[in-house]
């Protein structure tokens, strides 16, 4: 089973970027989706961005234009470049996959905390 895990958090004020970064224990090639999901103190963990195994992506509202999701299936990496930073991006930040067509997202790792503020 992949195990991920999520580094490339911290402190940074607001209009300034960060690059997140999930890693694979094993073999992200085959997996039909692998995407970023965040969750503030007091909400629902609410989806980022994902991108599927032919490289079709899709963003959350609050993000397009300024996120950018991509993914290396030779060294089974997943990252997130955050770009033009909020307040409101304030949260935890999880990496996770949905194996097949007709499984559901899980499989999240840790998550690495995304704080911005001035």
């Known amino acids: 089973q992949v195990q991920l895990v999520e580094s490339g958090g911290g402190l940074v004020q607001p209009g300034g970027s960060l690059r997140l970064s999930c890693a694979a224990s094993?073999?992200?090639?085959?997996?039909?989706?692998m995407g970023w999901y965040r969750q503030a103190p007091g909400k629902e963990r609410e989806l980022v961005a994902t991108?599927?195994?032919?490289?079709?992506?899709n963003y959350a509202d609050s993000v397009k234009g300024r996120f950018t999701i991509s993914r290396d299936n030779a060294k089974n990496t997943v990252d997130l470049q955050m770009n033009s930073l909020k307040p409101e991006d304030t949260a935890v930040y999880y990496c996770?996959?949905?194996?097949?067509?007709?499984?559901?997202?899980?499989?999240w790792g840790p998550g690495t905390q995304v704080t911005v503020s001035s």
């Open positions: 094993g073999s992200i090639s085959d997996i039909f989706v």
């Open positions: 991108i599927a195994k032919a490289g079709g992506t």
């Open positions: 996770g996959l949905r194996r097949r067509v007709w499984s559901q997202m899980g499989g």
